[in-house]
């Protein structure tokens, strides 16, 4: 049932700067459940850890100071869905995936969730194809432009949490959430949530597809906020 795929992938190739010696490989990491029963799960799961493996011997390098703890958290920053998202976005491969057509009306081309498996996905096919040493190639050409620090271990912790700590620690009361728009149709609603921490004066916005999620972004944004003053 593959038979879109094929005159895609040389300008994907070109975009991975990787050839495949067994191009069905690459379209199978771009084939939706919803479209074959020949499609990508597996791929993804490979992919997952390779890419697990690839990002933490970056951090090993650009970080040998920090514990593994910390490892551990600013890893997760960098292999969540909203990066791996963007990145996939970076390749075009929304105009690339293979879906059945109850999933391309309901947008899954542009779902979030469905582009960063896809992507895991053709790190895993990168892998079985050309061996460990291209994925991990591959992965660092990906992940070239995105900033890695120390502080990235801060806010990939529960946002909220790590915002309540570091304001009770300077005597500061919760900050306070409020949904301040909702956007999209019923069944895709983006959350707009603004946070504000009243003594510092200080109000920031964050979007999610839950208020949950919203609510998150907003004490993410509000850290990077207050994360000056927590050094003086």
Not at 15 to 34: E, I
Not at 59 to 87: C, F, I, K, W
Not at 196 to 223: K, N
């Amino acid at each position: 049932m593959i038979c879109r795929a094929p005159a895609l992938l040389p300008e994907l190739q070109a975009r991975l700067a990787y050839r495949f010696g067994n191009s069905a490989l690459l379209a199978r990491a771009l084939t939706h459940r919803s479209y074959s029963a020949d499609h990508n799960e597996r791929l993804e799961f490979l992919g997952d850890s390779v890419l697990g493996l690839a990002v933490a011997h970056m951090l090993y390098e650009a970080l040998g100071d920090l514990p593994e703890g910390d490892l551990s958290r600013v890893r997760a920053n960098l292999v969540r869905q909203a990066t791996l998202h963007r990145l996939a976005l970076d390749l075009g491969l929304p105009g690339r995936l293979l879906l059945g057509e109850g999933e391309l009306r309901g947008g899954g081309q542009d779902k979030p969730s469905i582009l960063a498996d896809a992507l895991e996905a053709v790190i895993g096919a990168v892998y079985l194809d050309g061996g460990y040493p291209a994925a991990q190639a591959l992965v660092r050409r990906l992940f070239e432009r995105e900033p890695i620090h120390p502080d990235m271990a801060v806010t990939a912790r529960d946002a909220k949490t790590a915002l309540q700590e570091w304001l009770q620690g300077r005597g500061m009361p919760l900050p306070q959430y409020e949904v301040v728009r909702v956007l999209g149709a019923a069944h895709r609603q983006t959350f707009e949530v603004a946070c504000t921490v009243a003594p510092l004066g200080l109000r920031e916005l964050g979007q999610g597809a839950s208020r949950r999620a919203a609510e998150q972004a907003g004490a993410a944004a509000m850290l990077r906020a207050v994360q000056p003053s927590s050094k003086t």
